[in-house]
């Protein structure tokens, strides 16, 4: 699991941990923004007041931009 190497003048512990023992930094990020989406497409659903739907569209759409799957390819077996 640990492997310690010579990197120049320092000495480097690398390991790499499973998904299954922690969730690594980027498929946290893409979940939750995943996430905020589907929760803000919901919101706008149940919004009936014209503008404030304009607004939830608005979000979902920059939540969009920011996460779509096809951006991220090295994370599709997470899903």
Known sequence: MFEMRLLGQELTLDCFVKQHLRKGILPTILADLLAARKQAK???KRETDPFKKAVLDGRQLALKVHSPPSRWP????IY
């Open 42 to 44: 919901a919101d706008l």
């Open 74 to 77: 090295a994370f599709w077996f």
